[in-house]
């Protein structure tokens, strides 16, 4: 790993032990049968918005970054609070040579970097504690590190304004009575609204339980 950077990690994210089950379970089986999302259109919602000047934020198994990315000159670099994720992720992508940070993005950063082009959340709000507007202060933090014109982008599992399976809805239940979700609060106008009052061309397209979004760090 190119650079190290610990922080006090207060945000419970949800960290997967078993990068290989991960994808798998949640990327494959739940993601298409439960949360009525396949992990396709997630995918072409990345390379969609993903550019060569890139920082990815709650890396889960790192499987957008290698399955997404193609093999080209770019920086690359991931922040997470969990440390055994963070190398895990880091070693699948290798061959991009990733900057890495631990570090809590629900607290004010101080990360030792220039700026980036693009940000991705992807499937970080639900882990996350508190209501939607709570959550929200992370793009506070990570918008120091986005440049002007540059792109914010990703997705989460919401609990209001979407539509969901009863599958989804006894799956939701069970995950955020046992601490892997945190999202009954989460809301699809609470969360345009937390885009719009800090970001330009705000973008939302909800498929099944899943919200994909992008937004504009002012304009260039």
């Given at each position: 790993?190119?650079?190290?950077?610990?922080?006090?990690?207060?945000?419970?994210?949800?960290?997967?032990?078993?990068?290989?089950?991960?994808?798998?379970?949640?990327?494959?089986?739940?993601n298409s049968l439960i949360w009525r999302?396949?992990?396709?259109?997630?995918?072409?919602?990345?390379?969609?918005?993903?550019?060569?000047?890139?920082?990815?934020?709650?890396?889960?198994?790192?499987?957008?970054?290698?399955?997404?990315?193609?093999?080209?000159?770019?920086?690359?670099?991931?922040?997470?609070?969990?440390?055994?994720?963070?190398?895990?992720?880091?070693?699948?992508?290798?061959?991009?040579?990733?900057?890495?940070?631990?570090?809590?993005?629900?607290?004010?950063?101080?990360?030792?970097?220039?700026?980036?082009?693009?940000?991705?959340?992807?499937?970080?709000?639900?882990?996350?504690?508190?209501?939607?507007?709570?959550?929200?202060?992370?793009?506070?933090?990570?918008?120091?590190?986005?440049?002007?014109?540059?792109?914010?982008?990703?997705?989460?599992?919401?609990?209001?304004?979407?539509?969901?399976?009863?599958?989804?809805?006894?799956?939701?239940?069970?995950?955020?009575?046992?601490?892997?979700?945190?999202?009954?609060?989460?809301?699809?106008?609470?969360?345009?609204?937390?885009?719009?009052?800090?970001?330009?061309?705000?973008?939302?397209?909800v498929k099944g339980s899943v919200?994909?979004?992008?937004?504009?760090?002012?304009?260039?």
């Amino acid at each position: 790993m190119k650079q190290s950077l610990l922080f006090r990690a207060t945000a419970s994210n949800y960290a997967p032990s078993l990068p290989s089950l991960y994808d798998a379970w949640d990327l494959g089986i739940a993601n298409s049968l439960i949360w009525r999302c396949p992990t396709k259109f997630l995918r072409q919602h990345f390379r969609t918005h993903v550019t060569l000047n890139h920082l990815d934020v709650g890396v889960g198994s790192g499987y957008f970054l290698d399955k997404c990315l193609l093999e080209q000159k770019r920086r690359l670099a991931l922040i997470d609070t969990d440390n055994t994720t963070l190398e895990a992720a880091a070693t699948r992508i290798e061959r991009f040579k990733p900057e890495v940070y631990q570090a809590d993005v629900l607290s004010p950063l101080n990360l030792p970097c220039k700026k980036f082009d693009s940000i991705s959340i992807n499937y970080l709000f639900h882990n996350l504690s508190g209501a939607i507007k709570e959550k929200a202060v992370l793009m506070d933090h990570l918008k120091e590190y986005l440049h002007d014109g540059g792109t914010i982008f990703g997705s989460t599992i919401l609990s209001h304004g979407v539509c969901h399976s009863f599958a989804a809805q006894k799956l939701m239940a069970f995950y955020n009575q046992n601490g892997r979700f945190s999202n009954t609060r989460d809301y699809r106008n609470g969360l345009r609204e937390e885009l719009e009052s800090r970001f330009t061309n705000v973008k939302i397209e909800v498929k099944g339980s899943v919200a994909l979004f992008s937004a504009r760090n002012g304009e260039r």
